[in-house]
């Protein structure tokens, strides 16, 4: 077993990607091409790896294929830092069941966030959780992200859940600057709680306002980006901090060309790092969408080089 050289203050205080899942030929797990994005993210500076999130469609992924995915991922990191797994599902029953999974492969937490399709209030979001850490012995990120959950995990609720140890912190998607400021006030109350900025275009303020650490997708491509922005305000360069933010919305319009997570995978293939293959029912973009992010992620180098 790999030596581990990481705390949760250390890893959840830098730049931890939601890591895509790359598939082969036939839709499954490609665990070579998990190995080279993962010593891409964690040489470029990342402290986690995040997988079977949105960027790595975990709920979209059969059990065995996650299973793969977080074995892949477990030995590529090899001690050096923690691997988190989604288990994202409209209902406790098949979250408990993804997440027991995910134990048995090795992953290191998981990341829960508030049930789905049917209407929940906060008293089921907290029976949720609190079920998935009963049932499983790891510690749990939670994940507020409303565009796919269509429900709010509110401070409230949060709060509530933050007072159990394993409850490690929160990342936020919502992109909502006053109601991470909200989740950040939890820590005045227990300052180990962390709180990460998954939303692209608030990162550089979310660090500003007391923020811990970063879930960014685009790290997939250009992880670097990130830790410089992280240590930029750690510096209090705020001239630097704008800069790199600038750089981040602009690396960011690659989203754009196509359904975002497509061009996403596009975007890693271009530097080298899987097929650009979805899972179905999406669809890999076409040559002219390809050409299109392309296009971003060289004008990203571009800038690095200047």
């Not at 007072?163 to 909200?182: M, Q």
């Not at 050409?291 to 971003?296: E, H, K, N, P």
Request: aromatic share 6%.
């Amino acid at each position: 077993m790999a030596r581990v050289s990481w705390s949760w203050t250390s890893a959840l205080s830098g730049v931890v990607p939601p890591c895509i899942t790359p598939l082969d030929d036939v839709g499954d797990p490609d665990p070579a091409a998990t190995h080279k994005l993962s010593e891409h993210a964690l040489s470029g500076g990342c402290t986690g790896l995040f997988v079977l999130g949105g960027c790595g469609e975990g709920p979209w992924l059969t059990i065995h294929q996650r299973t793969q995915v977080v074995k892949a991922a477990r030995e590529a990191a090899a001690g050096r830092a923690p691997v988190l797994a989604g288990c994202m599902f409209p209902a406790t029953g098949p979250t408990i069941e993804a997440a027991r999974a995910a134990a048995d492969a090795g992953a290191d937490a998981l990341v829960i966030g508030s049930p789905y399709y049917f209407a929940v209030d906060g008293a089921a979001q907290r029976r949720h959780v609190e079920a998935v850490l009963h049932a499983v012995d790891l510690p749990v990120l939670l994940y507020n992200i409303p565009p796919s959950t269509h429900h709010i995990l509110s401070q409230d609720v949060v709060s509530a859940l933050a007072t159990e140890p394993r409850v490690l912190g929160i990342k936020d998607s919502a992109g909502d600057i006053k109601a991470f400021d909200a989740f950040i006030r939890i820590k005045h109350a227990r300052p180990d709680f962390r709180v990460l900025q998954g939303h692209e275009g608030a990162m550089g303020a979310s660090l500003l306002m007391g923020g811990d650490g970063l879930v960014p997708g685009l790290a997939n491509v250009a992880p670097a980006l990130f830790v410089e922005l992280i240590q930029a305000v750690r510096q209090t360069e705020l001239d630097r901090v704008k800069a790199l933010q600038e750089q981040i919305d602009q690396l960011g319009q690659l989203h754009a060309e196509d359904h975002w997570l497509p061009c996403l995978k596009a975007a890693c293939a271009h530097i080298g790092i899987g097929n650009g293959r979805p899972s179905l029912p999406l669809q890999p973009l076409t040559a002219e969408a390809c050409a299109r992010v392309a296009r971003w992620v060289d004008a990203y180098g571009t800038l690095q080089d200047a």
